[in-house]
């Protein structure tokens, strides 16, 4: 299965700031999908990236307050923008190789002050 | 999008086998289920997966019954280090674009 690289591994971030998570795979794939993990909660799927179109988001998550780039196979980034506390999550980022489903970032834990 | 229901979550005692069971009616004829294990900080990842009737590694088992409807995780001999929250998905296989759709999970305590 893939190896993911996700940075930062935590954040404390003043609210109306934004940030950039970093996503690097070790393989080339097709999509790439982040998902919010509010505290105690499952994981929510926000977006779904592929290399050289527009991301396509699900309900409830908008490319302005999530924007996502996808420059190639291996890489995405994800931006919280304006942030408020209830941003305060972990965001995680995962792929799809081989015949095993998913394989899921570290995560990143963003708390907004 | 297929959807998943599971206890919310579960107690058990070191040494004790834990059964976690997923009901999933509305599962395709193509669909896979795949079973994920979340630490606290930590992405999930992969435990077990399969299509029908049993399939066994060496972590867990996974009971698929003929209508598919269901399917039931079974770990045996808990230890405090299987606490997690544990996730029950359905899906294609090796689509590389298939959107997961995860339900809430049953979180596992193991008690000394």
């Known amino acids: 299965s893939a190896v993911i690289s996700q940075k930062p591994s935590r954040d404390i971030c003043q609210r109306g700031t934004s940030l950039t998570i970093q996503c690097q795979v070790d393989s080339q794939v097709t999509m790439m999908f982040w998902y919010r993990q509010q505290p105690g909660q499952s994981l929510t799927l926000i977006a779904t990236a592929n290399q050289g179109s527009e991301a396509t988001y699900e309900s409830g998550f908008v490319i302005d307050k999530f924007p996502i780039s996808r420059p190639n196979l291996t890489f995405s980034t994800l931006t919280v923008s304006n942030m408020s506390p209830e941003d305060s999550s972990i965001y995680l980022c995962?792929?799809?190789?081989?015949?095993?489903?998913?394989?899921f970032g570290s995560g990143t834990r963003l708390t907004v002050v | 999008l297929a959807k998943t229901t599971q206890p919310i979550s579960m107690d058990s005692y070191e040494g004790q086998e834990v059964n976690i069971t997923c009901s999933h009616n509305n599962i395709a004829t193509n669909d896979y289920i795949t079973w994920y294990q979340q630490f606290p900080s930590q992405g999930p990842r992969f435990i077990i997966q399969g299509y029908k009737t049993k399939v066994t590694n060496e972590v867990a088992s996974l009971f698929i019954p003929a209508d598919r409807k269901s399917s039931t995780l079974s770990l045996p001999r808990v230890s405090l280090s299987d606490t997690a929250v544990y996730y029950c998905l359905v899906g294609p296989l090796d689509s590389g674009t298939y959107k997961y759709i995860f339900g809430t999970g049953t979180r596992l305590k193991v008690l000394a």
């Open positions: 995962s792929v799809t190789t081989g015949p095993y489903g998913y394989t």
